[in-house]
Structure formats: C-alpha cells, structure tokens
C-alpha cells in the first residue's frame, strides 16, 4: 500500500496527485505543479522533466490523465485512516513496527505469537501466509510484554477468576491448580458484555441529565425573563406612586401656600383699616392737646361742643389673635397621613417579600446540620413593645421579657395581647432564619401570623394553641409541641436555651436544645401562607424570663 501511495505521489509537492498529467517523457505531476516549476525556469524556450531532466520544445501541451485521476480518486475514497498509515511515523508516544528499519512507521496490528508488531506494509503475509494466518492479531499494543507470564514465559490466554489475574497454560496446572478459571477471550466477552450494560445504563443516565440540564437552562431562561418583567413592571408601579406621592406634596404645597396668601391678605386689610384709624386718633389727639392748652376761654367754650373727643368713635374691630401655631396642625396632618403610608407599605412588602421568596422552581436545600452551618442564619431579633402584655417587662433593648406581678401602663394599641402574657418580635421572618431564646420558668416558644387573636380565649390568642401559631413548650426537664391546640411530647436533652430554626419557602420549623451540642428536639413540616413573627408566651410565675440572644 504504501508503495502504491508513493507511486501515486506528485514528486514536486509530494501529496496525491491534483488533476494528474503526463508529460512526454512519461512522468506525471500536478498541472498546477509543473506549470508553476516550468514558469520558474531560467530557460524559457527549452523545458525539462524535474525528474529525469529530458528537455521539450516547445513547451507541450498539459492534458488531464484521467485514468490517474480516477486511480487516485479511487485512492482517497479509501479514507484517510486506511490510505495513510503506512507513511503514518511512529511517535514517541506510539506502538513502532518492529520490522521497519530507518525511521520506523506506526504498527497497525501487534501478534502474539510472534511477540512483534507490524505496520500494514510488513503485517501482509499474516494475511497472505498460511501457518502466520492462524497467528492471533490484536490492535497495535505498547503493552504486548503484557500478555506474556513472566514466570513461564508463555502467552497468559486464561483468566483466574479465584484470583482475578490472567494466567498461562502452565500457571493454570501450577499455583492455580483447581481455581475456577475460563479463557482469556471468554472473560473478555463477558467483561465486555457487563461493560456493554453499564454504558447503556451509564448513557441512559447522561441522557436524562442532559435532559434535566437543558430543563434547568430553560427554566433559567423564564427565570430571567420573569425576574427581568417583575423589575419593570415594579420600577413602573413604583414610579407611578412616587409621581403621586410627589403630586400630593405639589398640592399641600400649594394649598398651604394660596392658604398663606389668603390669611396674610386678610391680615393685611385689617392691618391698614386699624392704621387709617389710628393715623385719624392721633390726628384728633393732637387738636384737643392743642386745644387744651388754650388761655381764651371764650374761643375754648365756644368750640368745646365741636371737638373730636366728643363725635361718637367707631369700635376696635374683633379680631381673634391666635397662639402662634399656624400651619402646624398641618404639619402634624401630613406627618400622620405619612406614619400611615408607611405602615402600610410595611404591611405589604412582607407579602410582597413573601411572593418572591416563594419563587422557587428548584429542588428546597437541605437543612444545615451543624452549628457552624445553621450559625450562618442567626437573625437578631427584636421584641415589638405594641404587641407587649401589660404584665410583661422589656428591657435589655427590647430583647429580654420578665413576668411581673402588677400591670405596666402601657398606652392602648390594637396590637397589645390583653389576657395572655405575650409578645412578638417586631418583624416579620421569610426565608432562612435562625434565632436562640434563654429561658426560665414555664415558657412557650414559637411563632405565630400577625394576625393572631389579641383577646380572647386561650384557644383565640394562646401561642401554639391555634392554626396561626406553632410553640414548644418549654418546662423544666421536659418540652411539649403545641399546635393548633393539639400537644405532642417531645425527648431530647434538657437546656436553658432553645434554638429555632426557620425556613419559610420549605414549610420547616426546627427547635433545637442547646447547650454544648445542638440536638434536634422536634421537627414539624407545615406550608406557611404568611409571614411569621417569633414569639413568647411567659405562662405560670412572677418572675419567669425569656431572653433573645444575640449572638454576635
């Protein structure tokens, strides 16, 4: 093959010919190659064979041989693997042919029982020699010393299946002797056969990732989409009620100021009308001084009757002065109406807080098992003072509670639990959260919806004995779960300190017993609606505490 190959070569380029023709000492080249070697000689008359040298005049005529061509075509379509090993040089890396002398050439097939390798050139008479046909050829190996036993120096074509090796014919009668042993090949097959199986099921597992993977890009994709939508549609909303909001300062601006030009215009006519007067008092004035000041009392008591101080004088106009307070009842008005605005939107967010957090098109994480993991969630949390009992104390910066024995006089709010000594945290909790109480007496930890009872029945506003409260009860050496008034007990190690660990998106409540070690108490598997706020409920004796920690 590789002669044919080099018989087939264009001596100029040295590839396979292109449009082959013959020139008239009989070799063959390229056209473009001997064209451009003739158009590069110094002798433009008289041509030349590059090969044999034989000169032409005139330069000949170039017609395509297309027998060559059709060989060559022929050739190619062979394909690059079969038609190029033979001049395929062997790499450091690669099996060499034994037999190639020079520069060694790629081994296409190794031998057995010759114990060499061969490229195609000098792998023909196993092919076309009788005794070598029957010689057992495997794809070129860098490992063929491999397969011989280097005890007996014999081919291993037996497979121990007692010790997992291969073996020769000599070992098998030897320290093998009684194992269960089966040929080479037929391990192989089998292998292979196994090998076939698991790929499949290896494929069919790619398969389905690949599957998942392009579920998962595309679900990226409407993720973006809607999350890109959501941001314009919510930069739209919120614009709009920012141009409100600043249309509604436009308009109390105004109104305060026409407002301002109305009262000080009507200050002002009064102002004026009172100096008119004034000016004519003072007028008046000054004639009965000059007048009383008079030594002829004829010209005084002639004129007495007609003087200024006698005519009747108009009344000082009732005009009600006010405190200065002014536009500050304003002020407060839309101080208020602001409070009000806030807390709505307050009130609102949470579910719009909670509306994106439920956004969740991917499998929930794991909850954390560690300390060091759950630590990354700590939430400090703060007590909200509205929600507050009037016989629970908060101190410590709104952290800690204490049950007292008289009432605190805490002013009236729609928030305040009025029979049941609790209090709930400030703000609302969505996500992954994770808090600590320290505690002493008979206490129910837990959280509840904001809108709880706040007076009522135990069963209406009790912490944990509703459907809008989750609590463990926390007494001393043992706990309770209390939900929807139903108890359920629960074991675990005694502590001081109970751990809460929330994740919202999940539906999971964890409480946890603290001491020098975290143990899981009780674990509860809900769908929340709302945001949850922490909560205590100080239960039996003056002087029962429960603490918020704050753990950075």
């Known amino acids: 093959m590789a002669q044919n190959r080099q018989k087939l070569t264009c001596s100029v380029c040295l590839d396979l010919f292109k449009d082959p023709v013959t020139i008239p000492c009989g070799h063959s080249y390229c056209m473009s190659c001997i064209k451009g070697f003739w158009e590069h000689e110094d002798q433009k008359t008289t041509h030349s064979c590059p090969q044999c040298r034989h000169s032409v005049t005139p330069r000949p005529a170039l017609v395509k041989n297309t027998i060559l061509a059709e060989i060559v075509e022929d050739l190619k379509r062979v394909g690059p693997e079969a038609a190029s090993?033979?001049?395929?040089?062997?790499e450091p890396k690669d099996v060499a042919c034994d037999f190639c002398t020079g520069r060694k050439l790629k081994a296409f097939k190794s031998c057995l029982m010759c114990m060499a390798s061969y490229c195609e050139?000098?792998?023909?008479p196993h092919?076309?020699?009788?005794?070598?046909?029957?010689?057992?050829?495997?794809?070129a190996t860098l490992n063929l010393q491999g397969t011989i036993c280097s005890r007996h120096d014999e081919v291993m074509k037996i497979f121990c299946r007692t010790d997992h090796q291969c073996i020769c014919y000599l070992c098998l009668m030897d320290e093998h002797k009684g194992h269960m042993t089966v040929s080479a090949a037929a391990e192989l097959a089998e292998r292979q056969t196994e090998l076939s199986s698991g790929r499949q099921k290896l494929q069919l597992s790619i398969q389905e990732r690949e599957e998942r993977v392009k579920a998962i890009q595309q679900e990226v994709e409407a993720i973006?989409?809607?999350?890109?939508?959501?941001v314009r549609e919510s930069e739209k909303i919120f614009s709009n009620l920012i141009r409100f909001i600043k249309k509604k300062s436009t308009d109390a601006k105004q109104q305060i100021r026409s407002q301002q030009k109305t009262q000080v215009s009507r200050a002002k006519e009064h102002q004026d009308k009172i100096q008119q007067e004034l000016n004519e008092l003072k007028s008046k004035d000054a004639v009965l001084e000059q007048v009383s000041h008079s030594e002829d009392h004829i010209y005084f008591l002639n004129n007495y009757p007609s003087l200024p101080c006698l005519s009747e004088s108009a009344d000082l106009p009732n005009i009600k002065i006010h405190p200065p307070l002014h536009f500050e009842y304003v002020k407060a008005a839309v101080s208020e109406a602001a409070d009000k605005v806030k807390a709505v939107l307050s009130e609102e967010w949470l579910k719009v807080s909670l509306s994106v957090i439920n956004v969740d098109v991917l499998l929930p994480k794991k909850e954390p098992q560690t300390r060091p993991e759950i630590l990354k969630y700590f939430r400090s949390i703060t007590l909200d003072p509205n929600t507050t009992n009037v016989r629970v104390l908060l101190?410590?910066?709104?952290?800690?509670?204490?049950?007292?024995g008289s009432n605190l006089f805490y002013p009236n709010h729609p928030?305040?639990?009025?029979?049941?000594?609790?209090?709930?945290?400030r703000d609302g909790l969505t996500g992954r959260c994770y808090w600590e109480v320290e505690y002493k007496g008979l206490i129910n930890i837990g959280v509840?919806?904001?809108?709880?009872?706040?007076?009522?029945?135990?069963?209406?506003?009790?912490?944990?004995?509703n459907e809008k409260s989750w609590a463990l009860e926390c007494n001393t050496g043992c706990y309770t779960f209390v939900h929807d008034n139903i108890s359920t007990p629960v074991s675990g190690p005694h502590s001081s300190r109970v751990g809460i660990y929330l994740d919202h998106t999940a539906g999971t409540l964890s409480f946890y017993s603290v001491c020098k070690t975290m143990t899981l108490l009780h674990r509860v598997q809900t769908k929340f609606t709302q945001a949850v706020y922490a909560g205590l409920w100080l239960r039996r004796c003056e002087g029962d505490t429960a603490e918020m920690c704050d753990l950075k």
């Open 85 to 90: 090993p033979d001049l395929c040089y062997a």
């Open 121 to 124: 050139e000098h792998l023909q």
């Open 127 to 139: 092919y076309d020699v009788a005794p070598l046909r029957k010689h057992k050829l495997l794809d």
């Open 224 to 230: 973006n989409h809607s999350a890109d939508d959501a």
């Open 395 to 404: 101190s410590e910066g709104n952290r800690k509670t204490t049950l007292i």
């Open 415 to 425: 928030d305040r639990f009025v029979h049941w000594q609790q209090v709930l945290g």
């Open 448 to 465: 509840a919806y904001k809108d709880i009872r706040r007076q009522g029945t135990r069963e209406e506003c009790g912490l944990g004995c």
